[in-house]
């Protein structure tokens, strides 16, 4: 290969390293809110730093691309000057890579805490640099939660996914956020049934730390509190003991303590107490028989709950 060539692969990767790679998208309901940060790590002064040395003669000289790399993606060597020859030599830890040719070198060559170093001319007119290969920070990539939708008196659970493109196990600590707020004592993967009311606006934040960093923080979505239905609780009588027939209906719901109550289906005759819930029916007059009844019970919110049965009248003997 001719100087002037050298030349040219040089000033073509200084275009490829000024156009930056792409950083992988997160799958995350919203970006990071924060970069990453240190922890407060007794092991602080050995987490892995990127450093990087060079040294040059003849006028030429050679930088590795990116000054801060990790176990991702590739190196560049970005050589300034006309070497004396077109030899470019990559070494990890002191040995020399003859395989790789080139002014590139991808990440499968070379691990966290690894030197690296490249060569290139001669030693009159030539130039080499090394860089150590730093910690990756660790990333979350998605986050699922229970239940689905959430109702004041539920227990909500996150669980995140990380990676770590070095291979390290990620730990995640959590801060709840109600209404924007963070609530400083819920720091745990659960939230507990009672923090919260309908209306609230439920939010999570989460960050990864593989022991040595942490990783940038995820936030999620704000969710809010669903108006929870009611339930009937009560259960219509199994027989009849008189020619009046009565049934209270009891409703519970987390969200309120007053309820409409209204007959769907009913024979005639039967009525309900659109406050109380007191179904009342007059038999001397009803036909044998089975009769089919619903009831609806609405909370103020216009959430609904159903009971449904069939009340079955012998013939007088």
Not at 66 to 73: D, H, V
Not at 199 to 213: A, E, H, L
Request: proline share 8%; hydrophobic share 30%.
């Amino acid at each position: 290969m001719t100087p002037s060539r050298i030349v040219l692969i040089g000033f073509l990767c200084v275009i490829l390293s000024a156009c930056g790679e792409d950083a992988p998208e997160q799958l995350s309901p919203t970006p990071p809110t924060n970069s990453a940060s240190q922890t407060d790590n007794p092991n602080e002064s050995q987490q892995p730093v990127a450093k990087s040395t060079n040294s040059g003669s003849g006028g030429v000289s050679v930088t590795i691309l990116p000054e801060n790399p990790t176990a991702k993606g590739c190196l560049r060597a970005i050589i300034h000057g006309v070497p004396g020859s077109s030899l470019v030599v990559w070494s990890v830890n002191g040995k020399a890579l003859h395989s790789t040719k080139g002014t590139q070198l991808c990440s499968e060559n070379y691990a966290r805490n690894d030197q690296v170093t490249v060569t290139v001319g001669t030693s009159d007119v030539g130039a080499s640099s090394s860089v150590t290969i730093g910690n990756s920070l660790p990333r979350i990539v998605d986050i699922s939660s229970s239940p689905e939708e959430i109702f004041t008196g539920d227990e909500v659970t996150v669980t995140p996914v990380a990676e770590d493109d070095d291979g390290d196990d990620v730990d995640f600590t959590y801060q709840w956020l109600i209404n924007g707020e963070p609530i400083l004592q819920f720091t745990d993967a659960t939230l507990p049934a009672g923090a919260f009311t309908k209306g609230d606006s439920i939010q999570v934040q989460i960050i990864p730390n593989d022991f040595y960093q942490d990783g940038p923080t995820y936030t999620s979505y704000a969710t809010v509190v669903s108006n929870a239905p009611p339930v009937v609780t009560s259960q219509p009588p199994q027989g009849i003991e008189s020619l009046h027939y009565e049934y209270l209906v009891v409703a519970s719901d987390p969200d309120d303590s007053s309820f409409s109550y209204r007959l769907e289906e009913a024979p005639d005759g039967m009525t309900i107490d659109e406050n109380s819930g007191l179904i009342e029916w007059d038999l001397t007059d009803a036909t044998p028989g089975d009769h089919s009844i619903a009831i609806i019970v609405s909370d103020p919110d216009g959430a609904e709950a159903a009971q449904e049965y069939t009340l079955t009248l012998k013939p007088a003997q």
